[in-house]
């Protein structure tokens, strides 16, 4: 019983395994090669699973040899078509790996791992795997494929030459293959890509002409269209595009070639056809919106160009009003605020930048928008708006060149309404932040002058001298230099204004400044009392000068260096020919006058010279001119003998014209008068108030000398000598050689002796210029060493002397002769 149900236990378990695994049977050969051909067609269709269902059946059957490594092959084909890259591999590796009788199929295997690494993104593997067909199985069908596939892995790569070189090599090796015209067209498109327009025209150019009839004719016609348009061939670029539209069907390119011909007529300057082109494509139902946005910003253009000015805003407008809000939209709204700025249209220029900025305040062109706001409301003197915008683009914008002419335009404003100390801040920035920026010596320029604004003479100074030394390449140089020569100037250092004047004539032979310079350099030896040298200079000024003003004023001071000359005659002739030639209205007009006045004031013709100095300081035109004769009129009344009305007429310049260089010198006046009578303490209150209130004034040196001379007459050593010290500055002229020798007086009158030779002899040293007073010093350190007995450092300088001319001079050789006459000194 146990047997039976044994053997019938057997009987159905061989049943069961005969129908569930018929492969372990023999089966037909053909039924194999039948179901081989079914998994290939159904691969084909892209039925995968049916194919992969059908392999895995034929694998568990009993095959001829070879025959599994096609199913293997066939296996992986079917796990890449369902993207399983990895059992893809799996099974082309069993074909590669294993030692087949037939390896008809390693060539497959290769080329097949080489597509899965194409398809996962590894194309240095994909390449490797292309070549070893290449290499290995010259003769494969693959092999034109594995080149093709190559060329396109080098382009993935980014090794777009390569690329070009392989798919040329493609077409060359395979001209009768289905690739090379791809491989031709694919040549040319990744030139054209690649922005080499002239390798990119002259490759189509070949495969037009080689392959007229195939399906990629036109494609090709517009990508030549397009080289040649970008190689500046605009007609050819016409007739190409053209071809490129004649295509049956809707074709992706037709569109943008319309619109790149119309492209090529405007820059033929074929505005009319160009926009005929433009029209035409308007008109065309399923234009796309960013292509529709596009043809009326080109219609801008044109209409730009054309001069068209109401009609290229109206195009603008189209892009705001007639399609829906994108980054059209901002690019209409940005471009139409800066036509509108550009036409000096700054109310409109407002309102559009306003609109834009509400709806993309982060947009962009949101820093180019604000930026153009700015100016626009400097446009329409709101420099408050203009002052919020610009801090607006200083604080969000991340264009450096706008950043800083932000901060440059911040720092004009609040130099301009008088806020100095803010207006650097700015500048300084700049210069701290963005000291590489083009606009950083502008800065270290404006830097300067505010200093100078600000009458901080000595600082602005120095920001010139920065400029000249950080910036060397500044196109400000000569700028700097001009206004380095004011400010020495206005300091009464002449000599160094001069430097600074003749560096921009003998180093800025291109600079505007040229006549200005040379003009300022007369006033400056003018002013150094150097008459006859000035008048050279003017005279140059009259002769070369390319402006008439320019030449005016150079006849003008010509006139006041004669008349400083003792050269009347000629003064005179000067300025009574410019008063029949200057305009009433003219700058120099109370200029002439004021030396009119002044010709008549050293005749002593005091009521004449009043007349003149009356009429300049009545003007209702508050000027230099007008300050002068007010002050000169003082004079005039001090001379006629009425001292209390001179004494009025200068405490109403120092009132009427506080801020002009009148206003010190009248003060100083005030005291020179009191001094004249022995008021010296009323003397003394107003040289004070003068040295107080205008601490920078060049006439404060004079005031500190006039106190010193006071208190030296009052035997007020200590303080003269502070003073004294005070007024002199290191200018080798005749005055600072006194002050120094009056130094070196009152340290005598303290019976500091050493001391007292030591600032003696400081005379000649420090300031050569002052002939008589060094002589005189070297007389006194003579008298001190011979009182203290020190004979041969006394006979020293006497010999020295004795060389000279003058009081010294003769005094020195009767202390010579007397000791010639005296028996030798022991050794």
Request: contains cysteine; glycine residues 4%; charged residues 30%.
């Amino acid at each position: 019983m146990v047997l039976k149900k044994t053997l019938k236990y057997f009987s159905i378990l061989f049943i069961f395994i005969f129908f569930l695994y018929p492969a372990t049977f023999s089966f037909p050969e053909e039924d194999i090669n039948f179901n081989i051909e079914f998994a290939k067609k159904a691969i084909n269709d892209g039925f995968y699973d049916i194919a992969e269902e059908k392999l895995n059946v034929l694998l568990v059957k009993a095959l001829p040899e070879g025959a599994d490594a096609e199913i293997h092959m066939l296996l992986g084909r079917v796990y890449y078509g369902k993207t399983m890259y990895a059992k893809a591999l799996q099974q082309f590796n069993i074909v590669l790996d294993r030692e087949y009788v037939n390896k008809d199929y390693a060539d497959d295997a290769i080329y097949w791992t080489g597509e899965v690494y194409f398809k996962e993104g590894d194309y240095k593997a994909a390449i490797s795997s292309y070549q070893s067909l290449i290499d290995k199985y010259p003769v494969s069908r693959y092999n034109s494929y594995a080149r093709y596939s190559k060329a396109w892995c080098y382009e993935k790569l980014g090794e777009l030459e390569s690329a070009v070189d392989v798919f040329r090599e493609t077409a060359k090796l395979f001209p009768e293959s289905e690739l090379a015209v791809n491989a031709r067209y694919k040549a040319a498109e990744i030139l054209y890509r690649a922005g080499k327009y002239d390798l990119s025209e002259k490759e189509l150019i070949g495969f037009i002409k080689d392959y007229p009839l195939n399906e990629k004719i036109f494609e090709a016609y517009y990508l030549l269209g397009n080289s040649l348009y970008r190689n500046n061939k605009f007609n050819e670029a016409i007739a190409n595009l053209s071809k490129s539209i004649q295509a049956v069907g809707d074709n992706p390119w037709e569109q943008d070639a319309e619109y790149k011909i119309a492209e090529a007529y405007i820059s033929l300057k074929d505005y009319d056809s160009g926009l005929s082109c433009l029209n035409q494509l308007l008109k065309e139902g399923s234009l796309p919106i960013e292509l529709k946005a596009a043809v009326f910003l080109k219609q801008s253009e044109v209409f730009e160009l054309k001069g068209d000015t109401e009609n290229v805003i109206l195009s603008y407008k189209r892009v705001i009003n007639e399609l829906p809000s994108g980054k059209y939209t901002e690019d209409a709204y940005n471009a139409l605020a800066e036509f509108l700025y550009g036409k000096g249209r700054p109310e409109e220029t407002i309102e559009v930048a306003d609109k834009a900025l509400s709806l993309f305040p982060n947009g962009q062109y949101s820093d180019n928008l604000r930026y153009n706001l700015a100016w626009s409301y400097l446009k329409v003197k709101d420099e408050e708006s203009a002052l919020k915008q610009f801090d607006n683009v200083i604080d969000f914008a991340k264009d450096e060149t706008m950043l800083v002419n932000s901060l440059c335009a911040r720092g004009d404003i609040l130099m301009y309404r008088g806020e100095y100390e803010k207006a650097i801040k700015s500048y300084d920035k700049v210069l701290s932040e963005y000291s590489d920026n083009l606009l950083a010596s502008y800065a270290q320029y404006q830097v300067a002058i505010n200093l100078k604004k600000m009458s901080r003479f000595d600082a602005s100074i120095l920001a010139f001298r920065a400029l000249l030394v950080n910036f060397p390449k500044s196109n400000l140089e000569d700028e700097a230099l001009y206004q380095l020569g004011v400010l020495y100037s206005e300091k009464g250092d002449f000599s160094s204004a001069v430097e600074q004047f003749d560096r921009i004539l003998n180093e800025y032979f291109f600079s505007s400044l040229i006549d200005s310079a040379l003009l300022q350099k007369g006033n400056c030896l003018y002013n150094s009392e150097k008459y006859k040298e000035a008048v050279i200079v003017y005279k140059k000024v009259n002769d070369s000068a390319r402006s008439s003003a320019l030449k005016e004023n150079a006849l003008y001071y010509l006139g006041w260096a004669y008349f400083r000359l003792g050269m009347e005659k000629e003064a005179l002739s000067i300025f009574e020919g410019l008063v029949s030639s200057v305009n009433k209205e003219s700058s120099l007009a109370p200029g002439i006058k004021l030396w009119f006045g002044e010709y008549y004031y050293s005749k002593g013709d005091f009521e004449k010279a009043r007349i003149y100095f009356e009429e300049i300081s009545s003007s209702k035109a508050v000027s230099d001119f007008s300050a002068e004769g007010a002050y000169w009129l003082g004079w005039v009344y001090y001379d006629m003998g009425d001292i209390e009305k001179s004494r009025n007429q200068f405490n109403s310049v120092i009132e009427k014209y506080a801020d002009s260089l009148w206003a010190p010198q009248s003060i100083l006046s005030i005291g020179d008068i009191f001094k004249k009578e022995s008021q010296n303490e009323s003397a003394i209150e107003y040289y004070k108030k003068l040295i107080e209130k205008y601490p920078l004034s060049p006439v404060t040196k004079i005031a500190n000398n006039r106190l010193a001379i006071i208190y030296k007459e009052q035997e007020k050593y200590d303080l003269a000598v502070e003073y004294f010290k005070i007024a002199l500055t290191n200018e080798n002229i005749a005055g600072n050689a006194q002050i120094q020798f009056d130094i070196a007086e009152c340290f005598e009158k303290l019976k500091m002796e050493d001391k007292a030779v030591e600032e003696y002899l400081n005379v000649g040293y420090k300031y050569p210029a002052g002939d008589f007073w060094d002589k005189r010093a070297q007389y006194k350190c003579a008298r001190i060493f011979e009182n203290r007995g020190d004979i041969n450092k006394a006979f020293g300088i006497y010999e020295k002397l004795a060389q000279e001319k003058g009081f010294e001079a003769d005094y020195a050789k009767e202390k010579m002769k007397w000791r010639s006459t005296q028996a030798p000194a022991d050794k």
